[in-house]
């Protein structure tokens, strides 16, 4: 888990830099090498490696925007990851996606930026699961923010009556965008939302990654065992701005110090020098793992960009009765757009 976590937040800092690089001095949002928006994780690391820790390539993950520490969590390839955030080619989604939706089949990881929308697919893959008689699971995170979404709720309801083995994370950080969590709902613990559905629910208070390993496996236990689904919250830290580029302007600073101050991986560093771990065994790992960071965006940086020519391939699938073959070609849109 230290491994993963150090891994992933450093990967933030690094994207945080290339991410900056051509857009200054005025900040230009389509310039420099990671063009769009960019969400970063750090503060959250401790949910991701908690939970993923349990899962093998077989069970299916769903994130939100806010994707990558629970993307390298998963086993997600960090070279074709990286290469489809810098738009490249041979990045998971041939460059098209971005950081916002990273797919790999491999591992069976998938995430999107309409929050909750992980919610019916992570259910379907439960589905899929049952019926197939496998043992494997679907877990999938969102935001606190996301929580009064019907695709939610509606996902929570479905998964309950058919004992589907799924386990929903809401990672609460306080924050959606600028709104903090007390002005969108009255349920400050979101993992009561599961009584509401006679399903379990554990809020674990604080980003300790050893509080998160033991909830997520007491629920991916559950839903391993057949015996049907969890929602689990897990309090975590905003340390950056909502994405990349955010003044934060709404949120008071000592706010901004509070979660800077409560670090998961400072304290996992601690429960294990407590339990005898060297500080050069813990140097190692971070040591291995910016390496790991530093060759996937070196990698990545080398890759062709797409060829403008397939922009529209691999965009339609199943084009509708009556469209043409340049339609069917992906030429042009199929609702007779042009754009
Ligand atoms: C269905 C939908 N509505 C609105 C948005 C715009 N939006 C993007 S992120 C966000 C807030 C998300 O907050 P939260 O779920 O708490 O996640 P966090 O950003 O804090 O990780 C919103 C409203 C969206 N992406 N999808
Ligand atoms: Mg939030």
Redesign the pocket.
Known sequence: MYENMVTARYYEERLQEEYLEGKQPAFDISAGPIPGEL?L?AG?EASGAGVCIHLRDDDTVTA???PHHIAIAKGVDLKRMTAEIFGRRTGLGKGKGGHMHLFDPDVNFACS?????GCPPAVGAALAAKKRNTDSVAVAF?????ID?GAFLESLNFASVQNLPVVFVI?D?D???SMPKDRITDVQDGSKRAAGYDMHGIRVDHDDALDVYEAAEEAIGRARDGNGPTLVEVQVH?RMG?FMGDAQGYRPEVDIERHQARDSIERLAADLRAHDVSDEDLDALRSDAEEHVEAAIEWAKDQPEPDPEEAYDDVFTNPPDGATDRERAGDVRADGGDD
């Open positions: 969400h994780a959250h939100p925007h806010r930026g309409i929050i909750a929308q969102l935001g606190e923010g996301a979404q990672e950080n924050w959606a965008i905003r909502h």
